[in-house]
């Protein structure tokens, strides 16, 4: 089978849509078939072979977050090239609300369409346009996927319809190199973040006000800091005798991110909202990391309400701190985490999940029927670009 996959967001800017999309493009290819997947790209780093440049992206705040996303009558051209030259089987478009390449997709193609939501989000003014850009394009989407409750909820309160539920994948192969970086695990008690800094969703300053707390009890606590975002700027409120405690890496390869889970203790997921699954919580028990995470819905579903980790009042640096101190004291609590976590991770391997998407292919497939140009697109794409017009006017 011959399938094309729209990523809305930019390749080389790390993210969990990117993160699954990768993920599910080699979970495809393993087993078989050929894939191309579109996506926005600043030009960092090399394209895996499978990869087509979608165009450069521009920052977007959405969401609660900032996407790079790539819009407009030159991605719409590339969006039409690329589906004329596709010949694919199958399209998939992924966050098909968002304003970029997957809904311009949805706008030029026709034919066997699978469409994913991700993201979990409110109703809003400001977002008014993109749902409109949507609706007037799901008429074409053979089949819907939701990758948790709270994105499928996101897609029958905004759009209507259903969708079948596949989980996101983790490949936990990617994360069995029991390498840990230089000097680690040490004595003391070590934590791990992986997340922007300046996106406040993330929690960082949910940590960074609860490690004041751990230090009183774990002098020799250090904190792992793996992601983007001005150090100082984070540590703006922690006081100057604590900051030494953190240890900012920036930006991590893959290898490295495998590396930082395998030296710490436990991982910490201090997010504030806005998260639909929780892959990162999955990554950390793949490695053997045990997970101590804020009591959003996504991320209870994903530790089976304390299952598989332990949770904490959301927001609370006071709750953060005693969730963490206890299982810091007790080593026999996360070797028994660390073992549950892993067989939990599985349960999600791409192994698994990657054959439930390609039965979602199968479903819509039929023979002799391919992805075109649908030239209706172009008076869509007229009129959409009317009422996003109207509505930034308002």
């Given at each position: 089978?011959r399938?094309?996959?729209v ?11 990117a ?31 499978y ?5 450069r ?42 304003p970029?390449l ?66 996101n ?14 000097g ?11 997340g ?23 002098p020799?606590?250090?904190v ?46 201090p ?32 530790l ?16 953060l ?11 026999d ?18 192994e ?43």
């Open positions: 089978m399938v094309g996959l990523c809305p967001y930019s390749w080389d800017v790390p993210g969990g849509v993160v699954h999309m990768r993920d599910l493009s080699e979970s495809l290819i393993r087993q078989g078939h050929e894939v191309s997947v579109l996506a926005p790209f600043d030009g960092e780093g090399v394209l895996p072979d990869v087509v440049d979608g165009g992206p521009v920052a977007v705040a959405y969401n609660g977050s900032v996407a790079r996303l790539n819009f407009g009558w030159k991605a719409t051209r590339r969006v039409r090239k690329w589906i004329q030259e596709g010949d694919f089987d199958v399209l998939h478009v992924h966050e098909p609300l968002s970029s997957s809904v311009l997709a949805c706008w030029v193609a026709q034919g066997p369409i699978v469409a994913t939501w991700h993201s979990s989000m409110a109703r809003s003014r400001a977002l008014s346009a993109v749902f409109y850009l949507a609706q007037i394009s799901m008429e074409k989407v053979s089949a819907r996927i939701a990758v948790s409750e709270e994105a499928r909820r996101t897609l029958v309160a905004h759009i209507g319809g259903d969708a079948v539920l596949i989980a994948g983790v490949t936990v192969a990617n994360f069995a190199d029991p390498a840990t970086l230089p680690y695990p040490r004595a003391g008690g070590t934590l791990g973040f992986l922007r800094l300046d996106e406040p969703r993330k929690g960082f300053d949910v940590l960074a006000r609860a490690v004041p707390v751990l230090a009183a009890r774990f020799d606590l250090r792992l800091v793996a992601g983007p975002g001005d150090p100082e700027e984070a540590l703006g409120a922690v006081p100057a005798e604590f900051r030494d405690h953190f240890i900012f890496l920036g930006r991590v390869s893959d290898a490295d991110k495998v590396r930082m889970l395998h030296s710490i203790d436990a991982f910490i997921a997010n504030t909202g806005g998260e639909s699954f929780g892959i990162v919580l999955l990554e950390a028990m793949a490695s053997g990391a045990p997970v101590v995470s804020s009591d959003l819905l996504a991320f209870r579903r994903v089976d309400e304390g299952r598989y980790g332990r949770t904490f009042s959301t927001g609370d640096p006071q709750a701190a005693s969730v963490t101190s206890a299982l810091l004291e007790d080593p609590a996360r070797k028994s985490m660390s073992t549950a976590g892993y067989e939990r991770a599985r349960h999600f391997d791409w698994r999940v990657g054959r439930e998407v390609v039965a979602v292919y199968e479903s819509v497939v039929l023979p002799g029927v391919k992805v075109r140009e649908d030239l209706r697109g172009q008076i869509v794409g007229r009129l959409a670009r009317s009422k996003t017009n109207d509505v930034s006017a308002s």
